[in-house]
Each structure stands twice: as C-alpha cells, then as structure tokens.
C-alpha cells in the first residue's frame, strides 16, 4: 500500500466531511482505518456490523461522490470488520449511565423510576382522564390491552411523565410484568451513542430489548436524529414483536 492510497482515503474523509454535520462525521468516520488497497479496491476497516450497515444505509452516496471526485472512479471501497484488542475496550470513564446491567430483578435503581409517581397521587380532570384510564389498562395487563404501543401525547407540564411512571410503579408494586424499565428519550440517545464508541452495541441492544415493560419519556427528541431513530426503530419492533408492553410520551401529536 503506497501513500498515495493513504492520500487518496484522507482526501476521501475531507471531502466527506464537508458534506454531513461534523458530528456526524466524528461518530460514523473517525473510526474507520484504511487497512490495505490493491487492484483498485480500498479495503476499510469498520467496528461492527452495525456501522457497516450504518454506513451503506446513509452515507453510501456521500462516500461514491466523493471517491469519484478524489479518485476519478479509479478505486472502489470494500468494508471489513476488525476486532482490534487494543482499542475494543476503550478506556472510558466509569459511570452507572454507561453501563447495560442485565435487568434480571424486579425493582431496583435501574428500572428509573420515582416512586412518587403514582396512580393515587396523580391529579385527574376532563383533559386527561382518558389517558390515566389507558394507562391504568396498561399496567393492570401489560401487553395484554388494545393499548400497545400506548402513545401519551399531552403539554409540557401536563402530568405525561408522571402518568409514565405511574404505569411502572404500579405494575412493579403489584408484580405485574417481570423487568421495568423508564428512560427519557436523551438517557436512551446518550446510552446508544456511548455504546458505539465503545463498541458495545450488542450490549445496548441486551439491555433495551431483554425488558417487559418499556417507558420512553418525551419520544418527540429523536426528530433530526437519524441513527437514533434507526436504533430505536430496532429496539421498538424487537419489544413489539415479542409482545412487551411499550408506553411512549410526547408533547407533540404523532404527524411530528
């Protein structure tokens, strides 16, 4: 591999860069490695199959344009997955909001939830008795109602994170459903986003998916987020699918 190939490939991520939102190019690009070229082919090194996917679902045109500007169209690009020992545990600074613990007991720290959110505490009136009535369904017989997915949609100050919460609390206190998870819709991004970088996608999807009763808070965030909405997608058709409950809120209706 002569450095012209390496010339070539760093044209290549310039040109790229130029075109997508810098943060962006810092999560799909930076870790890609050029790893040999031959015959016209340039062999890149990519985490996992997941950003191999990523990449061909999104960037592929940016990526062929931009060959095509650097190389003439003399050079193609072909993805090969590395596990490199040096990098594939990263050091990364320890935090509870970094890790994906099995979630094989019943109510602790990681089911996030507030038990002051309750169904007897919560203020009811004509504007949202209908929604605390779904919600009560939900969580007397998750995933055994018409309301799954359960979609809360309300104004900020409204009482939807309570009324969220409440569906856990109850279904925990009265055993339910087995594994309880809350999480707002930044904690869900943030996590996703940590476990690319520190190649634990498949723990993430472990965590996410493995739940009986998902409470996503103020879903309405992923707008604009395309690789969030992607993974989220994912992780709500896997729970679906296996007839967990999910319960969704958002202060903008469904068209959004």
């Keep these: ?61 940016q990526i062929s344009a931009a060959l095509e500007e650097v190389a003439s169209g003399d050079y193609r690009i072909q993805y090969q997955i590395i596990q ?39 203020i009811e009136g004509d504007g949202n008795s209908f929604a605390k009535a779904a919600a009560l369904a939900v969580a007397e017989a998750p995933g055994k109602t018409p309301f799954n997915p359960l979609f809360i949609y309300g104004l900020t100050g409204l009482g939807k994170t309570h009324l969220l919460q409440a569906v856990g609390n109850f279904s925990l206190a009265n055993s339910r459903t087995g594994r309880i998870l809350f999480v707002t819709s930044e904690k869900f991004m943030n996590d996703f986003i940590f476990s690319i970088k520190a190649y634990k996608t498949t723990d993430f999807s472990r965590f996410y998916r493995t739940v009986d009763l998902f409470l996503l808070d103020d879903v309405q965030f992923f707008q604009g987020k395309e690789r969030t909405q992607l993974e989220f997608f994912h992780t709500f058709n896997s729970l679906y699918q296996a007839g967990k409950q999910i319960v969704l809120t958002s202060d903008r209706p469904r068209s959004y």
Aim: charged share 30%.
């Design 1 to 61: 591999m002569t450095a012209d190939h390496h010339e070539i490939w760093s044209q290549v991520l310039k040109n790229v860069e130029e075109r997508i939102p810098r943060e962006s190019f810092l999560t799909w690009f930076g870790p890609l490695k050029l790893l040999e070229a031959s015959n016209g082919v340039l062999n890149i090194g990519v985490p996992n199959q997941f950003f191999y996917e990523f990449l061909e679902t999104h960037y592929r045109r």
């Design 84 to 122: 490199d020992r040096e990098t594939e545990e990263p050091a990364i600074e320890s935090k509870s909001s970094q890790s994906f613990p099995s979630l094989a007991k019943g109510y602790d720290e990681r089911t996030r939830l507030n038990p002051r959110y309750t169904f007897e505490n919560f």
